[in-house]
């Protein structure tokens, strides 16, 4: 089972490093196949504190939606085309299957070959016997099927329409026969009769399956010698031995291609629902190259996601990285307010009033008596600062100021070095186009019916943002529209005088409820503000109460 931890989509500082920091306490408590993840991509300021402290990036993960792959079963038996179906059936039988996946020689899928198609061709009805004693197979494919071995001749791989006979008469019956149908590939099936046997060589026949493990003369050996005609062992008796002759066809003939198939990516939910209407037995999972990866039984589509998952520095299902909801959230470590979250079955769920979820990691290692590498440290120094703006943000508490001094001390570098080290490094309005510049700290909220987004970014001053404030409108107007939210809000902070300036793209009664001062239309200044989940949210779900009964 794997566990994930991974913070929101659009991660800020404090959602990386305390994913980071919180799967390495998972493994050090002895959690086995933890891995940190992120739902989006860095930026300048995250990638500088993950090299300071030489902590690699988590992993990208966008999609969590379980799929095919989660489930499928990658050890599959499978067989090849040009294989016979008495080498089916052995597989068929050791491992009970109904069937097999039918591949060619480069491993791609072709077909089905179903225990019930083999037992139609074994056992025909009665209205087909009389054509059963036709298989399309080779000598060599006979003498495989019986595990014989040659008396005489050369028992080649020529495919060819073979007719069985068995010499179960008398020697005058069996030679009227034989005349009867001259000129077609004959293989005689007998015992230890030495008349029979020298009739089927002289009316030039193309095998003769000697059965009972029975031996010949070397006059039958000389005559098959001189007329080229193959002779056979057999172990089995006569009846035995034509039964395995009849397996001895190629797999190639049998292969239904009436199938349904999925590729991994294909998503869980969806091949569930085509699986229940199918008739099929098994559902082979293919790549791009139709090559057979995996295959699907009905049964499997039962098996428990291999994958469960710890959110961190949110609770909401809409923030979360998609497909969140179709894993086993096992536990949340969080800072902001309760969202919609519901699961199974009781989990761990640490919500603290506390200005980062770095904190409450750093209070997890203590609670657990686990000691703080110094790497480990630095990143949850880092999202402490970053998302109390080194402790100057309201969010801050004491908790935070003594965390801070603490991780201080482990990591070797003191808050104000680090504090400027990290605000100086990638304006994210400098560095960013518009688009990814309203997406870089982006949250998206459900309220009461209504979908709104929330963005921040935190600059030295706003000097970037006065340059391209008509392209960042743009910008947000585009998200909303496509996301269909109520309203899309971007928060630019000057960490230096802790003022901030909101631009939103929102209907007019919207924009009438918000009574900060406007600098422009769209734009208003909001002095003292620098939390979004303290100061902001608050503030706009308030707004978003007085105008709800005008939309209604």
């Avoid at 959690?31 to 940190?36: K, Y």
């Amino acid at each position: 089972m794997q566990t994930i931890v991974i913070g929101h989509r659009n991660p800020d500082m404090d959602s990386i490093c305390s994913a980071v920091a919180y799967a390495e306490l998972k493994r050090k408590l002895g959690m086995s196949d933890v891995i940190a993840a992120r739902a989006g991509n860095t930026n300048e300021r995250i990638d500088f504190v993950l090299n300071k402290f030489g902590v690699p990036a988590p992993n990208f993960v966008s999609d969590l939606t379980p799929t095919v792959a989660d489930v499928m079963e990658t050890s599959v038996v499978s067989v090849e085309s040009e294989a016979t179906i008495s080498q089916a059936l052995t597989s068929i039988g050791q491992k009970r299957l109904r069937g097999l996946p039918v591949i060619d020689s480069d491993g791609r899928f072709l077909g089905l070959l179903s225990g019930w198609k083999i037992s139609h061709y074994l056992f025909p009805p009665r209205e087909e016997t009389a054509n059963s004693r036709v298989i399309r197979a080779s000598i060599a494919n006979i003498v495989h099927a019986l595990d014989g071995h040659g008396l005489a001749g050369s028992a080649d791989g020529t495919l060819r329409n073979l007719v069985i006979m068995v010499a179960a008469m008398s020697p005058e019956s069996f030679s009227m026969r034989l005349k009867g149908r001259e000129g077609e590939p004959i293989v005689v099936f007998v015992g230890d009769r030495e008349d029979v046997q020298l009739i089927a060589i002289q009316n030039h026949v193309l095998a003769i399956v000697v059965t009972g493990g029975m031996g010949v003369s070397a006059r039958v050996r000389t005559a098959a010698k001189e007329t080229g005609i193959c002779l056979i062992s057999s172990r089995f008796d006569t009846a035995t031995s034509v039964m395995s002759a009849r397996g001895a066809v190629r797999v190639e003939q049998m292969i239904d291609q009436n199938f349904t198939s999925f590729h991994p990516e294909t998503r869980l939910r969806a091949a569930r629902q085509t699986a229940a209407n199918a008739p099929d037995f098994v559902f082979p999972v293919v790549d791009k190259d139709n090559r057979l990866i995996g295959i699907l039984s009905k049964s499997d589509f039962l098996r428990p996601i291999p994958r469960q998952i710890i959110l961190v520095d949110h609770n909401e299902l809409s923030q979360a990285v998609r497909g969140a909801n179709e894993n086993a959230i096992i536990e949340v470590l969080d800072h902001h307010r309760l969202g919609s979250l519901s699961t199974d079955a009781p989990i761990l769920f640490w919500n603290n009033p506390v200005g980062s979820t770095s904190t409450i990691v750093a209070l997890c290692y203590k609670q657990y008596g686990v000691a703080i590498d110094r790497p480990i440290a630095g990143l949850l120094m880092a999202g402490l600062i970053s998302d109390t703006l080194n402790l100057t943000s309201p969010t801050a508490t004491e908790v935070d100021a003594q965390v801070l001094k603490e991780l201080s001390q482990i990591a070797g570098v003191t808050p104000a070095k680090l504090s400027e080290e990290i605000f100086a490094v990638g304006s994210p309005l400098r560095t960013l186009g518009p688009e990814e510049a309203i997406l870089a700290d982006c949250k998206d909220y459900d309220e009461g019916g209504f979908r709104f987004s929330v963005a921040q970014v935190e600059e030295l001053s706003f000097a970037y943002f006065e340059d391209k404030q008509e392209a960042l409108f743009a910008a947000l107007q585009k998200y909303r529209e496509e996301q269909r939210t109520y309203f899309s809000a971007f928060l630019v902070t000057d960490v230096n005088t802790q003022n901030s300036r909101m631009l939103i793209s929102a209907p007019p009664e919207f924009l009438d409820a918000i009574h900060y001062p406007a600098l422009a239309p769209n734009l208003y200044e909001l002095n003292n503000v620098v939390s979004r989940k303290k100061q902001l949210v608050p503030y706009l779900l308030d707004c978003l109460q007085r105008v709800t009964p005008s939309i209604s």
